[in-house]
C-alpha cells in the first residue's frame, strides 16, 4: 500500500508563488514515474508535470517556464514549484504514482489564484 499526501496548496494573487509537496510512504520500489496533476471546476483532470527516474520532465504547455517538478529521493518527496500563478491554474492539484501496474493518487490540494 502506497500512500501519498500532498500540502502546500492555498490562496495566492496572481503573479505570486506556492510550493506543493507529495510525501508518498508504504510499500514500493520506486514511483516511476511521479507527478503532478489539476482539476478545475468542472474541467477534466489534466496533466501538469511530471518526472522520471532519470531526471527527464514533461510539462503541461501552460506551465512551460512558470513551473519546475523536483523530486528528493531520499526522503520520498516529490515537489512542485509554482510561479508566476495564474488565474487559470486555480485548482486542486493531486499526486501521482506509478508502481507497475498500480497508479497511486493523493488526496489532493486546493490552489486558489485570485485578486
Known amino acids: 500500500q502506497v500512500r501519498l499526501v500532498e500540502s502546500g496548496g492555498g490562496l495566492v494573487q496572481p503573479g505570486g508563488s506556492l510550493r506543493l509537496s507529495c510525501v508518498a510512504s508504504?510499500?514500493?520500489?520506486?514511483?516511476?514515474?511521479m507527478g503532478w496533476y489539476r482539476q478545475a471546476p468542472g474541467k477534466q483532470r489534466e496533466l501538469v508535470a511530471n518526472?522520471?527516474?532519470?531526471?527527464?520532465?514533461r510539462y503541461a504547455d501552460s506551465v512551460k517556464g512558470r513551473f519546475t517538478i523536483s523530486e528528493d529521493n531520499a526522503k520520498n518527496t516529490l515537489y512542485l514549484e509554482m510561479n508566476s500563478l495564474k488565474l487559470e491554474d486555480t485548482a486542486v492539484y493531486y499526486c501521482n504514482g506509478y508502481d507497475v501496474p498500480y497508479d497511486y493518487w493523493g488526496q489532493g490540494t486546493q490552489v486558489t489564484v485570485s485578486s
Open positions: 518526472i522520471r527516474q532519470d531526471g527527464r520532465t
Open positions: 508504504g510499500s514500493f520500489d520506486s514511483l516511476d514515474p
